[in-house]
């Protein structure tokens, strides 16, 4: 079975301070692959990022990083220099065998100006 | 290139009425999945159409049930509407590579709201 674990709820931080978004799974797959998603008040899931579990190269896009370890089956994401457009509820999930993705219950991130 | 898209974007029914959700699949995709999203949770997946054919299925119960047309498309019927039904029901199409290569594209949902 899988599972996705994000243990933060809710996070609030003032603009302009660094976020990181934790996110631990288990799976018992060997292949599989990692997303975050954000969703806005608007409802639609926007998609950040895919990681295959092969390639455990951190990756930085902008203002955001992401950091894979298989050690500690964790997939954190951290968002630096926050902006008040950040604020969202962001999901990890996580598809390996089956069909279907799993996702964790979602951390809400407010950012304050 | 229109991505997925979802009709109606909102809906409000009574308990034990029926309701019928559609997806249009992103050009050239095969694959549509459906994932239901109570309020304060993460989507949760109900099942997946490809070849016209359920191919998978989540922790729901019968009520629940799809349909895929020769276009791709996808219909998602519940029946018996209960007060817990309502969410937001997201479907999400892909191109069948294989799992877990199947990378999925979500449209913007439809809300459900059960009165």
């Known amino acids: 079975a899988q599972k996705v674990t994000q243990a933060q709820t809710e996070i609030s931080v003032v603009e302009k301070e660094d976020v990181t978004l934790d996110c631990v799974y288990e799976t018992r797959d060997t292949t599989y692959y990692l997303f975050w998603y954000k969703q806005p008040p608007s409802g639609e899931l926007v998609f950040l990022i895919r990681?295959?579990?092969?390639?455990?190269q951190n990756e930085i896009s902008g203002r955001y990083s992401w950091n894979f370890q298989k050690s500690t089956s964790s997939f954190n994401f951290t968002i630096t220099a926050s902006q008040v457009v950040d604020s969202a509820v962001y999901f990890c999930a996580l598809i390996g065998s089956n069909y279907k993705l799993t996702f964790g219950k979602g951390t809400l991130l407010t950012v304050n100006p | 290139d229109a991505g997925v898209t979802q009709s109606p974007t909102h809906l409000i029914k009574t308990r034990g009425q029926q309701v019928t959700l559609r997806c249009s699949p992103k050009?050239?995709?095969?694959?549509v999945s459906w994932y239901q999203q109570a309020l304060g949770q993460g989507p949760q997946f109900i099942f997946q159409?490809?070849?016209?054919?359920?191919?998978q299925r989540g922790n729901f119960p019968d009520r629940f049930s799809g349909h895929q047309f020769p276009n791709y498309s996808s219909e998602l019927n519940v029946n018996a509407l209960l007060l817990g039904d309502s969410a937001l029901y997201l479907c999400a199409s892909s191109l069948d590579l294989g799992p877990p290569h199947n990378e999925q594209f979500f449209g913007p949902g439809t809300r459900l709201t059960v009165l």
């Open positions: 990681r295959n579990s092969f390639d455990e």
């Open positions: 159409y490809y070849e016209e054919e359920e191919r």
């Open positions: 050009s050239g995709h095969d694959t």
